[in-house]
């Protein structure tokens, strides 16, 4: 167990639709990290909060959106969802904002049908 | 940027024979280098970890891995595997200054035998 905790576990959701997926980070980590998985993209950094702000932004499509809420908590917004969003999403969490390893969550499952 | 090449997708082996994963990365400034496994519908869990210091990183579950900066490689081994080690292995680098995100090679799937 990493510590990191992700809600839901799976999602099924129609095209169109929008989705939030909820990550709260180890006890102390101030920054958040959001991840996909797909078959054919692999592992993609989609974007980074430190301590409540933004602080780097990878492949994330302008559908998406993230925030970290004062509590540390972080949760990604995606919106008009399309099939190829299916994919696993992980969030990632370290103690600060640069130096060293990401503890990851279990994931959540996002099937868009 | 950062890149990083598994060059094997699938790698297998019989239940206690030795096993090597390789990891070859590119960067134009000085890097860290993680090894991840995943489990089957599982989440990413750290194996090991370069930072600085020692070349020959030991982790957990028996595996360890060498940093060779000439030849920019990060390869995975261990002396006798098990079938519990059947999981998907990813190598990932950061930039060790500034923001660091995970750059993630395509994942190796090692399939471990009776």
């Known amino acids: 167990d990493s510590g990191v905790t992700q809600t839901p576990k799976h999602l099924i959701t129609a095209t169109g639709q929008r989705v939030t997926l909820r990550c709260s980070p180890r006890s102390g980590d101030l920054s958040v990290y959001w991840y996909q998985q797909s078959l054919d993209q692999g592992l993609q950094f989609l974007i980074q909060?430190?301590?409540?702000?933004?602080?780097a932004k990878g492949n994330i499509l302008e559908r998406f959106s993230a925030q970290q809420f004062p509590d540390l908590h972080s949760e990604l917004n995606l919106s008009s969802l399309e099939l190829g969003d299916s994919a696993l999403y992980f969030c990632?969490?370290?103690?600060?904002?640069?130096?060293?390893?990401?503890?990851f969550g279990p994931g959540t499952r996002l099937t868009v049908t | 940027a950062q890149s990083v090449t598994q060059l094997d997708s699938q790698v297998p082996v019989f239940e206690e024979a030795p096993v090597e994963l390789r990891c070859n990365y590119s960067?134009?400034?000085?890097?860290?280098l993680f090894w991840y496994v995943q489990y089957p519908n599982q989440g990413l869990q750290l194996l090991l970890k370069?930072?600085?210091?020692?070349?020959l990183v030991k982790g957990i579950n028996g595996f360890e891995a060498e940093f060779n900066k000439s030849q920019t490689s990060f390869h995975l081994r261990k002396p006798s595997v098990h079938i519990s080690d059947t999981a998907e292995y990813f190598c990932?680098?950061?930039?060790?200054?500034?923001?660091?995100?995970?750059?993630f090679g395509t994942g190796t799937r090692l399939l471990v035998s009776p």
């Open positions: 960067s134009s400034v000085s890097v860290y």
């Open positions: 990632a969490s370290s103690l600060g904002l640069a130096g060293g390893e990401q503890y």
């Open positions: 909060y430190y301590n409540g702000e933004e602080r």
């Open positions: 990932a680098v950061t930039k060790n200054t500034g923001f660091q995100k995970l750059v």
């Open positions: 370069y930072l600085s210091g020692s070349t």
